[in-house]
């Protein structure tokens, strides 16, 4: 079956630049979406077909997928961009998810 | 505006079965495709099963093949997940959650606020 893995955790120190990576087989032949889930929270998708920012989703998100790697990057990064962040694709008639990534901004 | 709301959820002994619903507003549910997503406590995010608008197409994870039946009543707004022979690993609270597109381009563009399942004796 297919996998994408993250890294558990990512620090940043806020206004810096976050990149969160999300590794598959040929990830970059299928669209990668993006999902934060704060504390006691339901998911919210922030990036969708890799790099498609739904709306009411602030500017810094952004997304790129080539290769086995997709990336989620946000710049400027803000004390409220703290959370877990999951990675979704479509694998074989299934919906596979990252294990997530948490993000501490310090 | 969008809404799902949940319910359904509680104790279970193993071996036992639970149904929860979803009950969708604010849009067709007939025009999208919905899943139910579970998450353990403490762990990350766990797709269960799939169903097309029309209910032609089903999909499920292998942790839930043969004991979980995914169903719903578009007439009613209504997105089912039939659980039977729980089991404890089956503990977790379960999204219902909208897809925006299809296959491919499956994202998960609305999410209900979660029902919790507890599997134990």
């Known amino acids: 079956s297919y996998e994408l893995t993250q890294s558990p955790s990512v620090s940043v120190s806020p206004g810096q630049t976050a990149s969160i990576t999300c590794s598959g087989d040929k990830l970059g032949n299928k669209y990668a979406c993006w999902y934060q889930q704060k504390p006691g929270q339901s998911p919210v998708l922030v990036i969708y077909q890799d790099t498609k920012r739904p709306s009411g989703i602030p500017e810094r998100f952004s997304g790129s997928n080539s290769g086995d790697t997709a990336t989620l990057t946000i710049s400027g990064t803000q004390a409220m961009d703290e959370a877990d962040y999951y990675c979704?694709?479509?694998?074989?008639?299934?919906?596979?998810f990252g294990g997530g990534t948490k993000l501490t901004v310090l | 505006q969008v809404q799902l709301v949940e319910s359904g959820g509680g104790l279970v002994k193993p071996g036992g079965s639970l149904r929860l619903s979803c009950a969708a507003s604010g849009f067709t549910l007939s025009d999208y495709y919905m899943s139910w997503i579970r998450q353990a406590p403490g762990k990350g995010l766990e797709w269960v099963a799939h169903?097309?608008?029309?209910?032609?197409?089903?999909y499920y994870a292998d942790s839930v093949k043969g004991r979980f039946t995914i169903s719903r009543d578009n007439a009613k707004n209504s997105l089912y997940l039939q659980m039977n022979s729980l089991r404890a690993e089956d503990t977790a609270v379960y999204y219902c959650a909208r897809s925006a597109g299809v296959e491919m381009a499956t994202r998960f563009d609305y999410w209900g606020q979660g029902t919790l399942v507890t599997v134990a004796s």
């Open positions: 169903i097309g608008s029309g209910s032609y197409l089903i």
């Open positions: 979704q694709a479509w694998d074989s008639s299934t919906v596979v």
